[in-house]
């Protein structure tokens, strides 16, 4: 009778550490594949894993990286992987057709911020003698990309090709190294229903390269720039071949760049597993910022090991807890460089699903006009604040989470915003006043 009394007490003290009101979700799939890519902004996943917050949704989860962006979205369709860590432009991209066609969903954005345009060290010294320097001889930022127009005018009249990299024709990178391209007066190039390689009317010919092999890709000569998330910026600037020249942050304050995709499907068939996986990963972001990034060294230490980043810690660290540098030496603070929690990261907000599909008609992946009602409807099509909203309830009940750190009440739009480098303000609910505001690129009826 005595060592039952022992056990009784053990595990009533063990409850007693446990919210009382926490419920377990009853989940119709418990074990799930889930995929990624080898970057750092795929941290939710592994943090969740980690820290056993997919576990204690019911969850038993395997991770695994994958060869790149095309792969992981086929295995996410096909089943073979239940979902993933995904280019924000993804599952739009494949809900309206443009490459592979399937139903995608997102309820849970992962990250906001987190890449970097990197020139190769022969043309960022072609480039600072149009940039000028502050007190202390430093270049000023941010750095406009009119500072390489004169270089590709060079290279044109010469007949050479400028060749940058991105990782995907639907990613954010390909997207903001447009953008970057486009507000400093360089043609990125056009997408055709003939000619799907966006190298149409092209000044810069922009390519698709895995990112960990960006910088290797530099190295040997084959692109002359690129854009890509971390460390593979950083990755340059340890290996001494290039310069990151700007960073996302510095084109689009706080823009969204990662999703956590799944097929339409999937969350219809699997609701509650949807709602735990969308709980775990909130947990996990919310660790990934506390404490004004108190966990980020244990983070770096975590995505530092092979099955995840594999790059060096220190590497990873450059960006990844508050600092980022540019040419070597010059290391400068970028506090939210990579956000994960905080400024409603997680949420996946309308706006955000319309400004990636007004970039798509901008550079002709989408060819025909569209009126302001597709943009929203595609939106709703795609972006799930719904199941994050009852995910995100359910921990705030738990007491893991603050109800004043979830955007309740939200419409799913973000106030209009002029925070670009262009200065051109964008307001989700106006994608066609946006598109004509733009100087470079389709208008909307145009092709």
């Known amino acids: 009778m005595k060592l039952k009394t022992i056990l009784q007490s053990v595990v009533i003290s063990a409850i007693s550490t446990v919210p009382s009101f926490a419920e377990m979700l009853d989940v119709e799939k418990d074990e799930l594949k889930l995929g990624f890519i080898k970057l750092t902004d795929m941290a939710p996943l592994a943090i969740a894993y980690e820290k056993g917050f997919f576990e204690d949704e019911g969850l038993f989860v395997t991770i695994e990286p994958q060869a790149n962006w095309k792969v992981l979205l086929d295995g996410v369709i096909d089943g073979t992987l239940d979902g993933a860590h995904m280019l924000a432009g993804q599952p739009l991209a494949a809900t309206i057709g443009f490459g592979t066609k399937a139903h995608i969903v997102t309820p849970f954005s992962m990250d906001l911020n987190g890449n970097g345009i990197t020139v190769s060290n022969a043309i960022w010294d072609e480039m600072k003698q149009y940039i000028p320097n502050d007190a202390d001889g430093k270049p000023i930022h941010p750095i406009s990309a009119s ?31 447009r953008y970057w391209l486009a507000a400093g007066g360089i043609h990125p190039g056009f997408y055709t229903e003939d000619n799907i390689s966006g190298q149409v009317d092209a000044d810069v010919l922009l390519s698709v390269t895995p990112p960990p092999q960006m910088p290797a890709t530099l ?43 799944l097929t339409h499907e999937f969350t219809q068939k699997y609701p509650n597993t949807t709602l735990a996986l969308t709980k775990a990963l909130i947990r996990a972001a919310q660790w990934l910022d506390e404490d004004n990034n108190a966990n980020r060294a244990e983070a770096v230490e975590i995505l530092s090991r092979p ?31 990579n956000v994960f929690f905080r400024y409603n990261a997680t949420y996946p907000f309308y706006s955000d699903a319309t400004w990636y599909l007004t970039q798509m008609r901008r550079w002709g992946q989408i060819t025909e006009p ?23 309830q ?4 738990e007491g893991y989470v603050n109800a004043a750190d979830i955007p309740f009440g939200t419409d799913g739009y973000k106030a209009p915003t002029a925070a670009f480098i262009d200065g051109v303000e964008y307001d989700g609910k106006k994608p066609l006043e946006y598109l004509e505001a733009l100087k470079i690129g389709l208008k909307d009826g145009a092709s």
């Not at 972006?383 to 995100?392: N, R, S, V």
């Not at 359910?394 to 009940?397: E, F, G, H, Q, S």
Request: hydrophobic share 35%; glycine share 8%; with cysteine.
């Open 147 to 177: 500072a390489l127009k004169p270089i590709v005018d060079r290279y044109k009249d010469e007949g050479k090709p400028f060749n940058m990299g991105m990782v995907f024709p639907v990613s954010t990178h390909n997207y903001e190294l």
């Open 219 to 261: 190295e040997a000569g084959t692109i002359l720039g690129y854009c890509v998330g971390e460390p593979w910026n950083q990755a340059a600037v340890f290996k001494g071949i290039g310069v990151p020249v700007i960073t996302d942050y510095e084109i689009w304050k706080d823009n969204p760049e990662k999703v956590f995709g």
């Open 307 to 337: 099955e995840y980043v594999g790059a060096d810690a220190e590497v990873i660290a450059n960006s990844m807890t508050g600092t980022f540098e540019y040419e070597k030496g010059d290391k400068r603070d970028v506090p939210d460089f």
């Open 370 to 392: 569209k009126d302001a009602s597709w943009y929203e409807q595609v939106s709703k099509d795609v972006y799930k604040p719904e199941i994050y909203l009852e995910a995100a």
């Open 394 to 397: 359910m921990l705030v009940d």
